[in-house]
């Protein structure tokens, strides 16, 4: 065969060995620059077949209605009729390109996982099938605990306040393993996850048990932990929100925060985790919608910050790798700019996946007409497909992107995997009172049980409500339990119908979650403590509640109310297992917030 027979591919192919053979006779460090390069000039050629609209929709991650890609149900044809313009995912990625596609539990892409296998693949192919075949980078905000997309049979663990209680890194590593092994059989390569946020104000209504706790450094092992074990499992972590949500009383996702850190503040408290989380190999950043005058004089969200995004995680913290922003439909961005500006301005800022925008067709035009218009350079647009791409082929898809029954059967939900996550819940579990050395409980003399309180709706589909896997979790133990679960705050007929309840009961068990100084489950802990059956609280959340519940005779926090946390909490209460965890969190006083109730650290031992 002579060189004019040579094929286009047999050329190129040709002209890698030779520079490989030469890289690696020149040493180890010669060779892996030469295969990074090669890589490098490979993904570039790529960008340069695609259009201006290509370039514009891989930056963008997009939500969609429904569970199949091609056929999804009448209902959510329609929504996404309502919503993009076209009837299902597969129309949506040939009409804008997306990059990225993100699951929601509301939106039913997550119904079981074979289904969402097959709606992975189904995307997959609908990006393979562009004129510029592309694979998607697939998301889910699986975080576990308060926020989980995914439920049963996927494996459940506690979420980052439990582990952080449970002060293992083996732990936490094994978690993000795990986990990400799981999402990674159904077609899910990017989980937003772990929250590097240091939750040091307990008012914060949108991170708390999220966070790891209130320690920098705490959290920073824990975070690279997490980083870790998701990267070794094949899925790309994501650290947020940068520079950090954690010192807030506002919801970035109804009104725009404000922090007041100083600098010097930022760099203690804030800055570990993410420092952390990059030494790691994090492979991308959530951005937050917080302004942070310190950062940023301009008093700009950090989503929309160069100050923020370029100069402090680019310049000073040296990530080279995807920055993606908190999702564009949320208040704390939107309020400054408008819709349009949004995007534009993220992109401006040194972002590279615009997450989520609530008009998707509004926000891809305001990209392309940016770049038309001047106001932004392909060149740009070019930097951030780079870095995605590079994230897209360390995952594998632009190899080969499907996934397969099998492998979801091998892997999602496993025994092994169960008995992991249980052991782990195991040892987050904090008992905070314990008068008279009430606990454990035992099934001899304090047999019979009433669990009554607050019952809220788990994150994801799981068998149970809180308060009946409780009760399931206790007939298990041996024990006779009797359920009264509220949905919401009891009302005061509920309440005397508890008080009535415990009359008979060896021991009552109240599941509280988020309790304030105006909220009736005071009453019902007080109501019930005057009838002199001993009680015992839960904080199915907050671990704060205490500090609200009065005299009581025994306290413990579980953090979450998934159903491996609450069997968990059970076998603590039942003596089956030590209760280990410690307070990843100071509680203070309600009655003087200078004071404190319990220190972080806090945690008592039935052995001593």
């Not at 189904?122 to 393979?128: E, M, S, T, V």
């Not at 409500?465 to 024990?479: D, I, M, Q, T």
């Amino acid at each position: 065969m002579n060189d004019r027979s040579l094929s286009r591919r047999t050329l190129l192919a040709a002209t890698t060995a030779t520079a490989a053979t030469a890289a690696v006779a020149a040493g180890p460090s010669a060779a892996s620059a030469a295969d990074s390069g090669r890589h490098t000039e490979r993904l570039k050629r790529l960008i340069s077949r695609m259009s201006l609209e290509e370039k514009v929709g891989q930056l963008f991650v997009s939500r969609v209605w429904g569970h199949s890609a091609t056929d999804p149900e009448q209902g959510y044809a329609e929504l996404n009729l309502r919503d993009f313009g076209v009837r299902s995912a597969a129309e949506l990625v040939a009409r804008y390109h997306v990059g990225g596609i993100i699951y929601f539990s509301w939106a039913d892409n997550v119904r079981e996982p074979h289904q969402i296998a097959d709606l992975s693949n189904g995307i997959q192919r609908a990006g393979l099938a562009q004129a510029t075949p592309l694979p998607l980078l697939i998301s889910v905000d699986q975080e576990h605990g308060a926020v989980t997309r995914i439920g049963d049979p996927v494996t459940q663990f506690p979420g980052a306040m439990a582990l952080g209680a449970g002060r293992s890194r083996k732990d936490a590593r094994s978690a993000g393993r795990i986990a990400g092994a799981e999402l990674a059989a159904m077609g899910v390569h990017q989980n937003y996850a772990p929250v590097a946020d240091v939750n040091v104000n307990p008012a914060n209504p949108v991170i708390n048990v999220r966070s790891f706790g209130s320690d920098p450094n705490a959290a920073a092992r824990m975070v690279s932990s997490q980083v870790r074990g998701y990267r070794s499992a094949g899925v790309a972590a994501c650290a947020k929100h940068f520079p950090g949500h954690g010192n807030t009383s506002v919801d970035s996702h109804t009104a725009l925060p404000r922090i007041l850190h100083t600098r010097e503040e930022w760099s203690r408290i804030d800055a570990p985790a993410f420092r952390s989380a990059i030494a790691a190999g994090i492979d991308s950043i959530m951005t937050a919608h917080i302004q942070f005058p310190a950062l940023d004089p301009s008093e700009d969200p950090a989503t929309l910050s160069p100050a923020i995004l370029t100069g402090i995680l680019r310049g000073e913290l040296g990530f080279d790798g995807v920055v993606v922003t908190d999702a564009l439909n949320m208040k704390g961005v939107l309020t400054k700019y408008g819709e349009a500006r949004v995007p534009v301005l993220a992109l401006k800022a040194g972002a590279d996946q615009l997450l989520y925008p609530e008009n998707l067709a509004l926000a891809w035009n305001a990209v392309r007409d940016a770049v038309l218009g001047g106001e932004l350079t392909e060149d740009r647009l070019d930097e951030s497909i780079l870095r995605i791409l590079r994230l897209k082929d360390r995952l594998g898809l632009l190899r080969d992107p499907y996934v397969t029954h099998p492998g979801v059967d091998r892997t999602v939900g496993i025994p092994q995997h169960l008995a992991t996550a249980a052991e782990i819940a195991e040892r987050t579990t904090t008992l905070l009172v314990n008068k008279e050395e009430l606990l454990p409980l035992s099934r001899r003399r304090q047999r019979n049980l009433l669990i009554v309180g607050n019952d809220p709706n788990p994150a994801v589909r799981q068998n149970e409500r809180p308060v009946a896997a409780l009760r399931k979790s206790f007939a298990e133990l041996g024990f006779t339990p009797t359920a009264l679960p509220f949905e919401k705050a009891p009302t005061p007929a509920q309440i005397d119908q508890a008080v009535a309840a415990a009359a008979g009961q060896d021991a009552v068990i109240v599941t509280t979650y988020n309790v304030d100084g105006a909220s009736s489950q005071r009453t019902l802990v007080s109501r019930l403590v005057a009838t002199g059956v001993p009680v015992i609280t839960l904080a199915l959340r907050n671990p704060y509640d205490i500090a609200r519940l009065g005299e009581v005779s025994a306290a413990l926090a579980s953090y979450g109310w998934s159903a491996v946390e609450l069997r968990a909490a059970a076998r603590v209460i039942a003596g089956r297992v030590e209760p280990e965890g410690k307070l990843p969190v100071p509680v203070l006083r309600a009655d003087d917030p200078t004071a404190v109730l319990f220190p972080a650290g806090h945690g008592l031992r039935y052995d001593g």
